[in-house]
Nanobody, 124 residues
Framework: QVQLVESGGGLVQAGGSLRLSCAAS????????MGWFRQPPGKDRQFVAT????????FSADSVEGRFTISRDNAKNTVYLQIDSLKPEDTAVYYC?????????????????WGQGTQVTVSS
């Protein structure tokens, strides 16, 4: 089993920045690919970014490319999502997810473990 706990969400003005963190426990973090997803109000969960277990391969959704950066620190069992130039349409609950394999993925169903989510609200 893997436990994931997100933190760092909050209320921020458009143009601002946040850094989300996801602390993992219960399994060898360094062998797990990780991902960030978000779920805007009334919408399905959306892919945001993913990173391989080693951290040498990353991919982000077109809608966030250049503004969102995923990274990880395997020594701290933590994955991060740096969010810059926030827009009101970035408002959502942001979820961290882990896979049982080291290769990254962009589809919800390919992830095995999920955190409880952290709310990000962007005011205009």
């Amino acid at each position: 089993q893997v436990q994931l706990v997100e933190s760092g969400g909050g209320l921020v003005q458009a143009g601002g920045s946040l850094r989300l963190s996801c602390a993992a426990s219960g399994r060898t973090f360094s062998s797990s690919a990780m991902g960030w997803f978000r779920q805007p109000p009334g919408k399905d969960r959306q892919f945001v970014a993913t990173i391989s277990a080693s951290g040498d391969s990353r991919f982000s959704a077109d809608s966030v490319e250049g503004r969102f950066t995923i990274s990880r620190d395997n020594a701290k069992n933590t994955v991060y999502l740096q969010i810059d130039s926030l827009k009101p349409e970035d408002t959502a609950v942001y979820y961290c997810a882990a896979r049982n394999v080291p290769t990254r993925a962009i589809v919800v169903k390919e992830y095995d473990y999920w955190g409880q989510g952290t709310q990000v609200t962007v005011s205009s």
